[in-house]
């Protein structure tokens, strides 16, 4: 049943090609995040001090706070919210450029559980929509006009991500959403689902797929495949079904997933 995900779509028509034009007109109206410096500018920018390079770190217990570790500074650099974040999940190596001081912060002391992570996001998901036109049209003169921080030993300077070195993108294990799509869903109808993973750490996923009637209250595996200045969730596709959620098989397979236990 897997590969009926696999199967091309028929040809769009005229009336669906007109569509997806101007929904992409409409796209390049509103990105919520900036675009990844060329990899020759992050390279050069490394190497001059500008850019530090370090593996991306989600906080546990708070999805919106990350950490890189440079070995240039010796240190910790803080990445707060979404818009700083990029794009960029748990493992990926990235490059960070150090934000004005004005604009640090501390290290939020609070723990983020699940519904609260959701509403967080949601709530971020729509101010960045609202604010996107206006974001855009300052994403160049914020970029160029600012230049290398320095930062004092024992400063732990807060950044944003603007490149990606190398992804760590790998399979996810979770579950969709209730309410996004599952119920009442034709068969063999072609739907667009909200995956979420069971690693808190990471986003959640959009799939397309035909099987969604089968994926209610399964554990199901979902590999991401990219994520669009545009979007405010990545885009993936549905893999496999691990089984029943609650099912002690599939929920030990889910675990051992989520710390890369073979």
Not at 51 to 77: D, K, M, P, T
Not at 101 to 119: C, F, G, H, S, T
Not at 174 to 181: A, H, M, P, Q, T
Not at 196 to 210: L, N
């Amino acid at each position: 049943p897997e590969l009926l995900d696999i199967i091309n779509e028929s040809p769009a028509t005229e009336a669906q090609q007109q569509q997806q034009q101007q929904q992409q007109q409409q796209d390049k109206k509103k990105m919520l995040f900036d675009e990844f410096k060329p990899m020759s500018v992050l390279l050069q920018g490394v190497k001059g001090g500008l850019y530090h390079q370090g593996i991306f770190h989600v906080r546990r217990n708070n999805c919106l706070e990350a950490s890189v570790v440079s070995r240039s500074l010796g240190g910790e650099i803080l990445i707060h919210g979404r818009e700083n974040m990029n794009r960029v999940v748990e493992g990926d190596v990235v490059v960070v450029q150090i934000l004005p001081r004005a604009q640090w912060k501390n290290e939020l002391a609070m723990i983020v559980d699940n519904d609260e992570q959701a509403r967080l996001a949601e709530e971020l998901i729509d101010k960045e929509e609202q604010s996107a036109q206006t974001s855009s049209s300052n994403e160049d003169n914020s970029s160029s006009s600012s230049g290398a921080v320095t930062v004092q030993k024992g400063e732990v300077p807060s950044g944003k991500v603007v490149g990606v070195l190398k992804r760590a993108w790998k399979p996810l294990c979770g579950s969709v959403e209730v309410g996004s799509g599952v119920a009442g869903a034709a068969v063999g109808s072609l739907q667009a689902l909200v995956f979420r993973p069971v690693d808190k750490r990471m986003p959640r996923v959009r799939i397309r797929t035909r099987q969604g009637a089968a994926l209610a209250n399964k554990r199901v595996v979902v590999v991401m495949d990219s994520w669009e200045r545009h979007a405010a969730l990545p885009s993936g596709h549905f893999v496999r079904v691990l089984g029943a959620v609650g099912d002690k098989e599939s929920e030990t397979e889910a675990i051992l997933m989520e710390h890369d236990i073979p």
